[in-house]
């Protein structure tokens, strides 16, 4: 008989951005490296049905599952750890909650009873906690909650959670992640807002079974032990997790600590198998060796670390399977003029086109693509990126001057980019993009179709506009060569300058696929031609 699920709830204190997505992913890593099946969720308390419609200003990059959910960048680091692909279900918002709530209220399911936070919003999350348990067995379900203790938005999840902890017993941990600060003033750690945020979780009901204290110092045992005692927590199941020079580094620092141990004995499994990090620690030692630098320019709007983080984690993973460090540097396309732009590209062994929506910056763009392909600079676009290079093809090479995207220049003869048949009646914004996993097939004597090893993909997307199919021969005749199409609609998903040294352009989004022990073939070969040009 199989074992029944478990679940492990993973929530914050004291501070947000804690790293409760790393935490989480590192936990799956260690009970999958046990040979156990797991999956990892999110339950974001905000209001949007999905941060699609969000300002990466807001929330950082809009992570896209292949089965064309947008969500949370979390979800990122939870494939990247852990190699698995998660679904529309590992990702849920308040806003999805209710709106399932009220539609089951107007469809008239509730037989004439009043709607309350509790109980008809809390059994939607227990409902939607246990969703993907249901349709497959999984050993462990991870759920982090998005927020920390205390929000009011949060509180029907805390709710949700006590609730299932009651139902099930052994089967269902909390892990609790807060932060020791550390006061130069008093030469001291504060234990005191872990306390307070312990306290805060037990007035609604919830024990921690295991705390994880975020510090940037190293914490001596007599601090862990006093937060223990202060907090009702076994000594062993307080851990900590101070500042590693890598967050894939975060796994093995938990493994030495055992929290997987601690968690496997909270939840009743006393017999566990032994781990296999081989892989893992293969590529921190690869890592580690990595010193010598490729420098990587990612031109794009927002200059802000998560806006570009899969990408950015991808380029870095890419790096170390190179046997270099990839050190990325900041272009912003708002500030790229025809006379700068040879000093802004100074020093740079290779440029990633960003993704993107709207006319801010892209002139920039179109001019860093002009630069790389007139360099021969190696160069990935990629969505927004490669449009750009389309743009910046039409207008120095086949001779449109006025050449655009639709999406910028609705009334341009040229509009080599151009809105796609299906998008044209869509009024609403949120989740009505090209979205999720297309597949593709790789042109024979491509270059891609070389990276890839192989003839059909299927890749990730997020766009509304296409390449414009009528200008193709041209293309083709002058040197852009459409390497990669959809099999049933034709539409150009890759260009490719064969001549150059690596100039390429996705209209889907490699980024969300590189995973920590497969890193993406067109990432590793891209920086395989940066290294090539240093
Ligand atoms: N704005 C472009 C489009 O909608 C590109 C989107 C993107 O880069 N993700 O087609």
Same mark, same amino acid.
């Given at each position: 008989?199989?074992?029944?699920?478990?679940?492990?709830?993973?929530?914050?204190g004291?501070?947000?951005?804690?790293?409760?997505g790393?935490?989480?992913?590192?936990?799956?890593?260690?009970l999958?490296?046990?040979? %156990?099946?797991?999956?990892?969720?999110?339950?974001?308390?905000? =209001?949007?049905?999905?941060?699609?419609?969000?300002n990466?200003?807001?929330?950082?990059?809009?992570?896209?599952?292949q089965?064309?959910?947008?969500?949370?960048?979390?979800?990122?680091?939870?494939?990247?750890?852990?190699?698995?692909?998660?679904?529309?279900?590992n990702?849920?918002?308040?806003?999805?909650?209710?709106?399932?709530?009220?539609d089951?209220?107007?469809?008239?399911?509730? #037989?004439?009873?009043?709607?309350?936070?509790?109980?008809?919003?809390?059994?939607?999350?227990?409902?939607?906690?246990?969703?993907?348990?249901e349709?497959?067995?999984?050993?462990?379900?991870?759920?982090?909650?998005?927020?920390?203790?205390?929000?009011?938005?949060?509180?029907?999840f805390?709710?949700?959670?006590r609730?299932?902890?009651?139902?099930?017993?052994?089967?269902?941990?909390?892990?609790?992640?807060?932060?020791?600060?550390? #006061?130069?003033?008093?030469?001291?750690f504060?234990?005191?807002?872990?306390?307070?945020?312990?306290?805060?979780?037990?007035?609604?009901?919830?024990?921690?079974?295991?705390?994880i204290l975020r510090?940037?110092?190293?914490?001596?045992?007599?601090?862990?032990?006093?937060?223990?005692?202060?907090?009702?927590?076994d000594?062993?199941?307080?851990?900590?997790s101070?500042?590693?020079?890598?967050?894939?580094?975060?796994?093995?620092?938990?493994y030495?600590?055992?929290?997987?141990?601690?968690?496997?004995?909270?939840?009743?499994?006393?017999?566990?198998?032994?781990?296999?990090?081989?892989?893992?620690y293969?590529?921190l030692?690869?890592?580690?060796?990595?010193?010598?630098?490729?420098?990587?320019?990612?031109?794009?709007?927002?200059?802000?670390?998560?806006? %570009?983080?899969?990408?950015?984690?991808?380029?870095?993973?890419?790096?170390? %399977?190179?046997?270099?460090?990839?050190?990325?540097?900041?272009?912003?396309?708002e500030?790229i003029?025809?006379?700068?732009?040879?000093?802004? &590209?100074?020093?740079?062994?290779?440029?990633?086109?960003?993704?993107?929506?709207?006319?801010r910056?892209?002139?920039?763009?179109? =001019?860093?693509?002009?630069?790389?392909r007139t360099?021969?600079?190696?160069?990935?676009?990629?969505?927004?990126?490669?449009?750009?290079?389309?743009?910046e093809?039409?207008?120095?090479?086949?001779?449109?001057?006025?050449a655009?995207?639709?999406?910028?220049?609705?009334?341009?003869?040229?509009?080599?980019?151009?809105?796609?048949?299906?998008q044209?009646?869509?009024?609403?914004?949120g989740?009505?993009?090209?979205?999720?996993?297309?597949?593709?097939?790789?042109?024979?004597?491509?270059?891609?179709?070389?990276? %890839?090893?192989?003839?059909? =993909?299927?890749?990730?997307?997020?766009?509304r506009?296409?390449?414009?199919?009528?200008?193709?021969?041209?293309?083709?005749?002058?040197?852009?060569?459409?390497?990669?199409?959809?099999?049933?609609?034709?539409?150009?998903?890759?260009?490719?300058i064969p001549?150059?040294?690596?100039?390429?352009?996705?209209?889907?989004?490699?980024?969300?696929?590189?995973?920590?022990?497969?890193?993406?073939? &067109?990432?590793?070969?891209?920086?395989k031609?940066a290294?090539?040009?240093?």
């Amino acid at each position: 008989m199989r074992a029944k699920t478990k679940y492990i709830f993973v929530t914050g204190g004291v501070v947000s951005s804690l790293g409760k997505g790393i935490i989480s992913s590192s936990i799956g890593k260690l009970l999958q490296a046990r040979g %156990y099946k797991i999956t990892i969720q999110k339950f974001d308390p905000y =209001i949007n049905i999905d941060p699609g419609t969000l300002n990466p200003y807001e929330h950082g990059e809009c992570y896209v599952t292949q089965d064309g959910m947008e969500t949370d960048l979390d979800l990122g680091h939870y494939e990247r750890f852990t190699g698995i692909r998660t679904t529309r279900n590992n990702s849920v918002t308040t806003g999805r909650i209710y709106r399932s709530v009220i539609d089951k209220e107007r469809r008239g399911d509730y #037989l004439g009873k009043t709607i309350q936070v509790v109980p008809h919003i809390t059994d939607e999350i227990k409902r939607r906690i246990k969703a993907n348990a249901e349709g497959e067995h999984y050993d462990f379900v991870i759920t982090e909650i998005g927020g920390t203790i205390g929000d009011i938005e949060s509180a029907p999840f805390m709710e949700a959670i006590r609730q299932m902890r009651w139902e099930m017993g052994r089967d269902a941990v909390n892990i609790h992640l807060t932060y020791v600060p550390y #006061l130069n003033a008093a030469g001291e750690f504060k234990t005191k807002p872990t306390q307070h945020s312990v306290k805060e979780l037990q007035s609604v009901g919830i024990q921690p079974d295991i705390l994880i204290l975020r510090t940037e110092h190293h914490l001596e045992r007599s601090v862990l032990n006093k937060v223990a005692s202060f907090c009702n927590v076994d000594a062993d199941c307080v851990v900590q997790s101070e500042d590693l020079p890598s967050i894939y580094d975060v796994p093995i620092n938990m493994y030495k600590q055992e929290l997987d141990l601690s968690i496997l004995r909270k939840l009743g499994v006393d017999i566990a198998p032994a781990p296999d990090l081989d892989q893992w620690y293969r590529f921190l030692q690869l890592q580690k060796e990595a010193d010598k630098e490729v420098h990587i320019g990612l031109v794009g709007k927002y200059d802000l670390q998560d806006a %570009y983080k899969s990408i950015r984690e991808s380029l870095l993973l890419a790096a170390v %399977y190179n046997g270099r460090k990839a050190t990325l540097h900041f272009v912003n396309s708002e500030t790229i003029d025809e006379k700068n732009i040879a000093e802004q &590209l100074k020093g740079l062994s290779g440029i990633v086109i960003c993704p993107g929506f709207g006319e801010r910056g892209t002139e920039g763009k179109i =001019i860093a693509a002009s630069c790389a392909r007139t360099h021969n600079l190696p160069a990935f676009g990629i969505c927004l990126g490669m449009q750009m290079m389309v743009i910046e093809f039409a207008r120095n090479v086949l001779g449109f001057a006025d050449a655009h995207s639709a999406e910028m220049n609705p009334k341009t003869k040229h509009n080599v980019v151009d809105i796609m048949e299906e998008q044209k009646q869509i009024t609403n914004m949120g989740g009505t993009m090209r979205l999720g996993a297309y597949e593709c097939d790789l042109h024979e004597g491509s270059r891609v179709r070389a990276i %890839y090893g192989k003839a059909h =993909i299927a890749e990730r997307h997020r766009h509304r506009y296409e390449f414009n199919s009528r200008f193709k021969d041209k293309y083709e005749t002058a040197g852009m060569k459409c390497v990669g199409t959809n099999p049933d609609t034709d539409l150009v998903e890759i260009v490719e300058i064969p001549e150059l040294r690596w100039y390429i352009g996705t209209q889907f989004h490699p980024e969300y696929a590189s995973t920590v022990l497969h890193p993406h073939p &067109l990432f590793v070969d891209f920086i395989k031609a940066a290294i090539s040009c240093d």
